[in-house]
């Protein structure tokens, strides 16, 4: 998929700025959800589909990880199992 570079890293920014999974922030910004404008209204947009975790070591959030080219429920998936080789 063409645009999957761009995709995985929104999702990995979108974890690392929010320390959340993005599959877990879905519903937060559908239209009636707590952050329905929070997508536009920083300079580098944050994408709201799973595929995005953040990574934490000894408590601490140190980075994260984006994965994208997939159905969001396969790129969730393996961005799991890359969190999961890297802790």
Same mark, same amino acid.
């Given at each position: 998929?063409?645009?999957?570079?761009?995709?995985?890293?929104?999702?990995?920014?979108?974890?690392?700025?929010?320390?959340?999974?993005? !599959?877990?922030? #879905?519903?937060?910004?559908? +239209? %009636?959800?707590?952050?329905?404008?929070?997508?536009? @209204? =920083? /300079?580098?947009?944050?994408?709201?589909?799973?595929?995005?975790?953040?990574?934490?070591?000894?408590?601490?959030?140190?980075? !994260?990880?984006? #994965?994208?080219?997939?159905? +969001? %429920?396969?790129?969730?998936?393996?961005?799991?199992? @890359? =969190? /999961?080789?890297?802790?």
């Amino acid at each position: 998929v063409l645009i999957s570079g761009e995709t995985s890293t929104r999702k990995a920014f979108t974890a690392l700025q929010l320390d959340a999974p993005t !599959a877990d922030l #879905v519903d937060a910004v559908r +239209p %009636d959800g707590l952050f329905h404008t929070l997508p536009t @209204a =920083l /300079d580098r947009p944050l994408l709201f589909i799973a595929g995005g975790l953040p990574v934490h070591r000894d408590g601490r959030l140190i980075g !994260a990880i984006g #994965v994208g080219g997939g159905a +969001p %429920d396969q790129d969730h998936a393996f961005a799991e199992a @890359a =969190l /999961d080789a890297l802790v």
